[in-house]
């Protein structure tokens, strides 16, 4: 299909998007799904393998007793029903990474279900509102294995010379959470995808359940699209409900924020295409393609029958009792949408300046900040403004620079006390960012500390002012902006061991 892609805007007037979002979450327990095989991230291909994971004939699984818990409280912070009696099924499929042939999953009885998740979503005309996405299931699976194409250039099969399996991943605890067709979003639609993902994201980490790294796989989306024709004005009206769904697309393992939006935005300008051109759009898989910021055709895309599903019959019913599932209720954290407004209210941060916070990923090291003595302001400044531009520029997350919020405590009280000025904490934190110590050492050792001597700052200060009777002159007549001159003076001849703000009040004692 050749024909250019439909600008969005141009589609909604024809078409309303229906997008479906599958999120795929390995959990961080200690052992797989159903064996007792490590799950740490990066150990040498095939070494955290069992008779069980690889599904030798006469291997037996069992359940693990803390995924289970986690799906619930995963299920729970999603609003969801907790079904008291659920199994798991066979989801039978030919692929090289399924050692089985089939997937442990769950089909038509999942651990979870019928819940929502509300995200902020930043309306075109400027502020936020509040969206809500409905949750069809949160279901327990194992994960597969990863297959490694090597020879070709983009890692895919295609053009490969030889495929290599890594079964370390197979087994590994997974739950997959499914919404509902989110119908009504409009020209916000790719906004709306993105904001999903990130809100559960945050959930998920607040819950200690996975590490959420989408980098590493940990997190995994898949973005289903599909347009419907437009009838009427509103596409949440009352005339839209009754329009069938279009054909839809599956963009697999789109593995960042930013992708999840762009693959929304691209499946729907295609698919305009498409169907402007009066051709049918095809149910399959699709590539997504972070440098051309297109997708590319997969395999044609199963139905659920397609699967033949069946009870697992080496496994026994999940029945969690009311009282684990309040106990797990009683053990949820605070949600974060609500946790970020409470401590923007006691931080005094304005939208924007939350916004940077969360953008920095700085929330919780600017918490310990402020609760290791910083104020709120100092804490802000120091994680979201330098450390988060070298963060970005080693490519590292800002906690991963060796700064801790005790580090950046002691030196707002050093700045606060009138020890060192800005200019000298900077110099502190490039010590302290060296591995040359504490603040308070880094300070010491580099003979980092303002001038206390107020009888030799006040003799700089007579002899600049002596030296450029002009600019005093100038003061005296009420131009009180040509203090800066003589500041700058003063700094220079104390070695910028001064304190500017003193400065500017001993001169304007001595001239106005």
Known sequence: MGAELVDVDELLTRYDPVVGLEVHVELNTATKMFCGCATGFGADPNTQVCPVCLGLPGALPVVNAAAVESAIRIGLALNSQIAPWCRFARKNYFYPDMPKNFQTSQYDEPIAFDGYLDVDVEDPAGGTSVFRVPIE?????EDTGKSLHVGGTTGRIHGADHSLVDYNRAGIPLIEIVTRPIVGAGSRAPAVARAYVAALR??????????????????????????????????????????????????????????????????????????????????????????????????????????????EPDLVPVAPSHEDVERLRASLPEPPAQRRKRLQAQWGYSDLEMRDVVNADALDVIEQTVAAGASPAAARKWWT???????????????????????????????????????M?????????????????????????????????????DEVIAANPGIAEKIRGGKVNAVGALIGQVMKQMRGQADAAKVRELILSRLT
């Open 385 to 423: 403004g330098d450390l988060a531009r070298r963060a970005n520029q080693m490519a590292l997350p800002v906690t991963g620079l060796g700064v801790t919020p005790a580090h950046i405590a002691e030196l707002d009280e050093m700045v606060r006390a009138g020890r060192v000025n800005d200019s």
């Open 425 to 461: 904490a900077r110099q502190v934190m490039d010590g302290v960012l060296a591995g040359e110590g504490t603040p308070a050492q880094v300070a010491e050792d580099r003979g980092l500390a303002l001038v206390q001597d107020d009888a030799a700052l006040e003799a700089a200060v």
């Open 137 to 141: 299931r949160a279901h327990m699976e």
């Open 202 to 311: 945050d959930l998920l980490r607040s819950l200690g359940v996975s590490d959420v790294k989408m980098e590493q796989g940990s997190l995994r989306c898949d973005a289903n699209v599909s347009l419907r024709p437009r009838a009427g004005e509103d596409p949440a009206g009352p005339d839209q409900l009754d329009v069938p769904l279009g054909t839809r697309t599956e963009t697999k393992n789109v593995n960042s924020l930013r992708s999840v939006e762009r693959a929304v935005r691209h499946e729907m300008s295609r698919h305009a295409a498409i169907l402007d051109a009066a051709e049918p759009v095809t149910q399959e898989t699709r590539h997504w393609h972070e440098d051309t910021g297109m997708t590319t055709a997969g395999r044609p895309k199963s139905d659920a029958d397609d699967y033949r599903y069946f009870p």
